[in-house]
């Protein structure tokens, strides 16, 4: 059973670059197989899609995030990889990785997520 | 960015039927499926319903999906208690060529 884990700072300064990892257990990060993907839940709000990867190097992101949105697997590492840069107040959220077995398929498995505070 | 419509609340007592409504246009609900999700409290989203009204194992048959034309719904029949959580819908949407999703209905049970 695939398991996720985001883990980050918990804390970034405005202006600066959010850096947010996720490990893969329980299964291949590049097996082709699954989708990986990010998803934001702000405060008190929705859910919103960041972008996704597949077979490592299809990626496609939020066009209204991609100008700041890096999304990227380290197949040594079993990671998948979020750098948001120029964050602001409106990055502060609950990062979540997520997978799914097609393009077009809900993400069914979901990691705990991780807060991000976009503060000075 | 846009977000699929639902209803910011609801509310039900035990033993009841509860109607979650999702509404979006031709670029999402209208050409693809439609997946809901439960968030409990402090928890992350769970996949509830997958291709507008099917049920992942482990999901009681008291959940069910329904759509037409752009609009969506979930409805939760025999409400119970541990069902007071955030619903939240989604698809994909052609134009964004990504995931959209509600804005979430928080479900009370009375």
């Known amino acids: 059973q695939l398991q996720l884990q985001e883990a980050g700072p918990g804390l970034v300064k405005p202006s600066e670059t959010l850096s947010l990892t996720c490990s893969v257990s329980?299964?291949?990060?590049?097996?082709?197989?699954?989708?990986w993907g990010w998803v934001r839940q702000p405060p008190g709000k929705g859910l919103q899609w960041i972008g996704s990867v597949f077979n490592t190097v299809n990626i496609y992101y939020n066009p209204f995030l991609e100008s700041r949105v890096t999304i990227s697997v380290d197949t040594s590492k079993t990671q998948l990889s979020l750098k948001l840069t120029s964050v602001t107040a409106a990055d502060t959220a609950l990062y979540y990785c997520?997978?799914?077995?097609?393009?077009?398929?809900?993400?069914?498995?979901w990691g705990q997520g991780t807060m991000v505070t976009v503060s000075s | 960015q846009s977000l699929l419509t639902q209803p910011p609340s609801a509310s039900a007592t035990p033993g009841q039927t509860v109607t979650v409504s999702c509404s979006g246009n031709r670029s999402n609900i209208g050409t693809n499926y439609v997946h809901w999700y439960q968030q409990l409290p402090g928890m992350a989203p769970r996949l509830l319903i997958y291709n507008t009204n099917r049920r992942p194992s482990g999901v009681p048959d008291r959940f069910s999906g329904s759509k037409s034309g752009t609009s969506a719904s979930l409805a939760i029949s025999g409400l119970r208690s541990e069902d007071e959580a955030d619903y939240y819908c989604?698809?994909?949407?052609?134009?964004?060529?990504?995931?959209?999703f509600g804005g979430g209905t928080k479900l009370t049970v009375l």
């Open positions: 997520a997978t799914s077995p097609g393009s077009f398929d809900p993400f069914d498995i």
């Open positions: 989604g698809a994909w949407d052609d134009n964004l060529s990504g995931w959209m």
């Open positions: 329980g299964g291949s990060i590049n097996s082709g197989n699954y989708y």
